[in-house]
């Protein structure tokens, strides 16, 4: 009954941070509900307050929260991927596909935002919008999420 006590899940958060970073963050790209932001400032502001925002810790952890939201925005890409034909009269799917019809992979910058971000990714991959492009540009903007996370979480510290 170790895996009960508070201890043990404190030594599993402290030994296994930042692949939990990347579990959340992944799961959270997806159209799974995640907390990605949570656990990012978590982790974010213990190393800010011992670490420069440019540490091997910081960068380190914006890296692994960045890597994991883009791939689990490109699996939601490949997914749509798989979508067949239809007609959707959803006016939220609707819009998606104007917008991603009128500014290509560009507008994969907005795939950070809650619902629509995963909506924007899956109809990018139904849509057949360049693989290559969607993956800059949803790396970008989840790149650009966690730099702003990071800067948001500089009030806690004090």
Known sequence: MDWLSFAFWAEVWQSHALWLMFASAFLSATLLPGNSEIVFMTLAIPKLALNSVLSADVLGLVFIATLGNGLGSLTTYGI??????FESQNDRTLWV?????????????????????DLFCAVAGWLRVNF???????????????????????????
Do not use: D, H, N
């Open 97 to 117: 596909m104007e917008k991603l019809r009128r500014y290509g992979a560009v507008a994969l910058l907005l795939s950070w935002l809650p619902v629509i971000g």
């Open 132 to 158: 290559t492009a969607s993956c800059l540009f949803i790396f970008m903007g989840k790149l650009v999420r966690y730099v702003v996370l990071l800067f948001l979480s500089a009030p806690f510290l004090l």
């Open 80 to 85: 749509g991927r798989w979508f067949p034909k």
